[in-house]
């Protein structure tokens, strides 16, 4: 409760003090006339400290109980005792003390006694609307002074008289002021101290929301009840506000939030479009690209392919780029050769840099290990994405690919990869928007070489992921140097680790011989597209048309497998796994998604659903080929 300073009471000896309580214990604060009759230099001091220098020694007992009653969460939050003060001159004064929630009024005499001017002036000196009831509840028998200013009235009595007049007829809760109004005050006078809410209004009308606290304390024989009222109108318009924000910071959440799953929903829906056509063109492909064709056809067919699969990084690029912003993007980690990645890089650059007349150098330094444990395929995004700059930017001379230890520290390892060409190189300022996303070097760029500007934007995520860090130095006209890092594990052993080795494209004819599998597909062309791929492996495949198809041929037909797309007419695949994994006989049976469904968390409902693993459209054979050993190379 807060108390104004400085000369509190202009005449007589009644003053008033403070007793708060901090981390370092109870300190009193006394106001300016009784820190100079007590010759006290400062404004507060510990109150054990005052109680030792000023109070009489056979009173310091009484009063160190009469602030531990009132802080001691006792009912009765009112104490009087008498005592006598010594100041710094030692001159002894006999005093009343009377304590009421902190507040100490302290009131100096010959006699010891506390008169009615003596009250009066201290309940005048509280900055609180005050007033105070005797025990009949008849009626308030004293006021303060800004009780009168609280309510804009002309004195003291008009606030008695008129109390009632100040509250509305009602309060929030449907009461009636005048009932509660006695029914607070008779439990305060139980109880010893109540503080709730009220609702008083000036004569005007004008509502006033406030905080009573109801405090009895000892009157001669008998008791009386204080009633402090706070204005909380500030406090109301300020939790108003905040609750104002707080909407508004709900709606823009909610805003944002719907914004970010209609974009995902998009990105879901037009993935699974474009995938399942995709998959149409890029199998139709692979099969007739199987088949007996005159070399120009071959050649046609195998540029078709290539745009094909061009066509799919792109699209792979841009779900990359929304698990990115959604930070869904998961990195793998399990054993690897690196050498099997840099073959296969070689592989694939090696014929496109011929064809374009460059040479093509893959330098890997001799101190380095075989076997490592990361994100392989991730790595070889990376390299795959800034190799096809390279080639892309590179008109002639030449491309190399440098790995070299950076730093090396127990099983951990930081390797340092270099892609450099001998292309068109960059300045400065182009070179200082690279890794944002939909840049390219500028439009002449785009215009010239094509691109969606995402791949490195990619690139650098990814490397983040893997705790390194990816740069350019260029030079326009003298060719472009991208560096990155990557930090892996060293510690692993390839007789027993789980490799990552690329699989084989091509599995003899009887691999699978006299194992017959379920295609649950609802598509015909991704009918015809899987039934030739899984025929080729030496599987015998039926077909079925939707969930329910699937599960009626489980019923009267034993399979070793399913292969089970997911959007479906009739029953969805989830379903169609959810009843397949109800039956006892089926616990043990493989079911292998084959869906265009590619987002983030895609595999993991397909997983939660029931199924073993989980294959996105267009079908890639080698990924196709590897569930096939997986699941049934028994």
Known sequence: MGIRQGNLVDGGESRLWIIRKSKDGFKLAPDEISRRYLGLAVLSLPLGDFAEKYIDPGYRAAFSAGVAEIFGGKKNRSVQLKFKLVNAAETSYSAVLELVDAVIAVCVSHDGSVSDDDANLLIDASPLCCNIWDEGLRNIIRCNQEAVSF??????????????????????????????????????????????????????????????????????????????????????????????????????????????????????????????PMNAVLGMLHLTLNTELTSRQADYLGKAEYSAKALLRIINDILDFSKIEAGKLQMESFEFSLKNILNEVEGIFSVKMAEKGLSFAVDMDESLPEWYKGDPLRLNQILINLLGN??????????????????????????????????????????????????????????????????????????????????????????????????????????????????????????????????????????????????????????????????????????????????????DGFAATQKIRKNPRFDKLPIIAMTAHAMSGDREKSIEAGMNDHITKPIDPDELNAALVKYLGD
Not at 398 to 411: A, H, W
Not at 489 to 501: G, H, K, L, Q
Not at 553 to 564: I, K, Q, R, S, T
């Open 151 to 276: 309510f804009g009235l002309g004195s003291k009595r008009d606030y008695i008289e008129r109390f009632f007049e100040l509250s509305p007829a009602l309060q929030p809760n449907g009461r009636k002021s005048t009932e509660l109004c006695h029914e607070y005050v008779s439990e305060a006078f139980r109880v010893g101290r109540l503080v709730f809410e009220w609702t008083h209004c000036k004569l005007d009308g004008e509502p006033i929301p406030c905080e009573i606290t109801l405090v009895r304390c000892r009157r001669g024989s008998g008791n009386v009840v204080a009633g402090y009222t706070r204005d909380l109108r500030e406090q109301k318009v300020m939790i108003d506000g905040m609750q104002a924000v707080e909407r508004d910071l709900r709606r823009a959440r909610d805003v944002a939030e719907k914004s970010a799953l209609a974009k995902s929903e998009f990105l879901a829906n037009m993935s699974h479009e474009i995938r399942t």
């Open 390 to 571: 390279a080639t892309k930017f590179t008109s002639d001379g030449m491309v190399t690919l440098r790995i070299f230890p950076e730093t090396q520290s127990g099983k951990m390892i930081i390797l340092h990869f270099v892609v450099k060409d001998t292309g068109i190189g960059m300045t400065e300022q182009q070179i200082s928007g690279l890794f944002t996303p939909f840049s390219q070097a500028d439009n002449s760029t785009t215009r010239h070489f094509g691109g969606t500007g995402l791949g490195l934007a990619i690139c650098r995520n990814l490397v983040n992921l893997m705790r390194g860090d990816i740069w350019c130095v260029s030079k326009e006209g003298e060719g472009t140097e991208f560096h990155f890092t990557a930090q892996l594990e060293t510690d692993c052993n390839p007789v027993i680790a789980r490799r990552y080795v690329k699989p084989q494209t091509i599995i003899s004819k009887d691999f699978f011989a006299g194992k017959r599998v379920l295609l649950a597909e609802d598509n015909e062309i991704n009918q015809i597209i899987a039934d030739e791929l899984l025929s080729a492996a030496g599987l015998t495949v039926d077909v079925a048309n939707n969930g329910q198809e699937a599960l009626d041929m489980l019923a009267n037909n034993y399979y070793n497998a399913v292969f089970m797309d997911i959007q479906m007419p009739v029953m």
